[in-house]
């Protein structure tokens, strides 16, 4: 079992529409879930991160996290052409240092967001 | 806004030879990573590093890899006989902590081996 697990997608949407994208993971030690958005051959940009279970809010943007359930979600609401990217989950456990070195990412999920 | 950056953006190289990345990482963090992903694949954790010094690396990071903060700026990966499986984006972050969170990303070099 994959340690963190994504569908890659591509998931196409209509402007406005509301995205659901989704992880689950496997390791329960984890404890910082992040959100990045990557463009095509360029480098992640953190969105958003939750500290263990429950929802942040920013903006447009939601995180949710179960860690009852293993899974959390990023909801975009009233999407925009712009949002067109990838949506790359990342989880990080603490490490024998007592900190949080280690980014381990999902495959990421490719949205297309249509005028 | 300070940022990450990365030289050179792509880089070509032969089968077995010596290539170093370099990165520039945000001045006042402490602690520098590299990551690479492959074409299609995931973005996949390659090493830590803090204080001069190793804090962590995956089963990627085999021996014929190798990084170095040669001064106060830089941040180097060295890969000493590169393999064609070794073609990717490598990926500097840096953060000023060692919080999940506040790793921030360059741009990626795209090494392409032959």
């Known amino acids: 079992q994959k340690e963190v697990e994504q569908d890659p997608g591509p998931l196409s949407v209509p402007e406005g529409a509301i995205v659901s994208l989704n992880c689950t993971y496997s390791?329960?030690?984890?404890?910082?879930f992040m959100w990045y958005r990557q463009y095509s051959r360029k480098g992640p940009e953190l969105l958003m991160y939750?500290?263990?279970?429950g929802n942040k809010e920013d903006g447009r943007f939601t995180a949710q996290v179960d860690k009852s359930s293993k899974y959390i979600s990023l909801f975009i609401r009233d999407s925009q052409p712009s949002d067109s990217a990838t949506y790359l989950c990342a989880m990080s456990a603490r490490d024998a240092g007592g900190g949080y070195n280690k980014l381990i990412f999902g495959a990421g999920t490719r949205l297309a967001v249509h005028p | 806004e300070p940022e990450v950056t990365q030289t050179p953006s792509h880089q070509v190289t032969q089968m077995g030879q010596e290539v170093i990345l370099r990165c520039v990482p945000i001045?006042?963090?402490?602690?520098f990573y590299w990551y690479r992903q492959i074409l299609g694949q995931k973005v996949e954790f390659l090493v830590s590093f803090y204080n001069n010094e190793i804090s962590e690396k995956s089963e990627i990071f085999d021996d014929q890899f190798s990084v170095e903060r040669p001064d106060g700026s830089n941040f180097t990966l060295k890969i000493r006989s590169t393999k064609l499986e070794d073609s990717a984006m490598y990926f500097c972050?840096?953060?000023?902590?060692?919080?999940?969170?506040?790793?921030?990303f360059g741009p990626g070099t795209r090494l392409t081996v032959t």
């Open positions: 939750t500290y263990s279970s």
């Open positions: 390791n329960s030690a984890f404890q910082y």
């Open positions: 972050a840096s953060s000023e902590s060692r919080s999940a969170y506040e790793q921030y």
């Open positions: 001045s006042n963090h402490l602690y």
